[in-house]
């Protein structure tokens, strides 16, 4: 599966346009304002990349549910939610390539 943020593939043709198929995933882990501001980042860095990677695989299954063998123009949102959660959703165009 070939995902880009461009709306086209270098070396290959899209041969079908698929639809419109998204990714979201909300990381639960509730991160806590502890003393040390650093740690803090940290493990907002780290619930942000294990969120993003989730939502990608979810991308993935969807885009493969409708026949695509590729994703193009693919958007990344990140957000927190209450109490710190991050919610990643990911956006993009399903294609097939040949």
Avoid: R
Avoid at 8 to 34: D, P, R
């Amino acid at each position: 599966m070939v995902l880009t943020t461009t709306n086209s593939i270098e070396g290959f043709k899209i041969i079908e346009y698929k639809g419109i198929v998204t990714g979201v995933a909300i990381n639960e882990q509730k991160l806590s304002m502890g003393f040390s501001m650093a740690k803090y980042y940290k493990a907002l860095q780290g619930s942000i990349d294990a969120t993003k990677e989730t939502a990608f695989q979810i991308l993935t299954e969807n885009a493969k549910k409708i026949g695509a063998n590729a994703v193009v123009g693919i958007k990344v949102e990140i957000e927190l939610l209450a109490s710190n959660y991050a919610m990643i959703s990911i956006t993009g165009t399903a294609v097939s390539v040949a």
